[in-house]
């Protein structure tokens, strides 16, 4: 009566070989991912998105986009990591249809010191163009806002335009 005992401890210890085993594929995957999402320069021959152009036509037509409701909000992660969430809208006042906004993010320490600039989308193609005399509600996500951050909100200056 002993062989069923030891049938039940192999097969135990299989399933937890198996269950640790799928564990660690699934934090190498997540750590591949994660590390792929951060800033910093490319390496050699891969690419990295392109910006907006920002000639002279784009800076002079930057002046009719409008930024406003500016809210924000932080959260962690299941991995204790905190996200910073800048969360508002945008203004087309001016004659021609937006089919991508790019701008800079500065966060800014208790002296005025810049901590962090990041360079987003506010929205891309794929959302369809913001109509002249339209507005639209955007979402920016920061995973490393340092901790010497005023808590204020950062400045938002348009960098990049895809007119139509």
Known sequence: ????????????????????????????LGWAVLSNRGGGSAAPGSTQPSHLPFGAAEQAYAAQIRISNLQLSQANNMLNQEFTYVVGTVANTG????????????????????????????????????????ERGFQLTFERVPASWNHEAPSIRVTGLDLQ
């Open 1 to 28: 009566m002993t062989l069923p005992a030891a049938e039940d401890t192999s097969s135990s210890r299989f399933y937890i070989g198996l269950s640790v085993g799928a564990a660690l594929v699934l934090l190498l």
């Open 95 to 134: 004659p021609r249809p937006i089919r991508a906004i790019e701008v800079t993010v500065e966060f800014r320490d208790l002296v005025h010191e810049l901590v962090l600039r990041e360079t987003a989308p506010l929205f891309s193609p794929a959302s369809g163009p913001l109509a002249s005399g339209r």
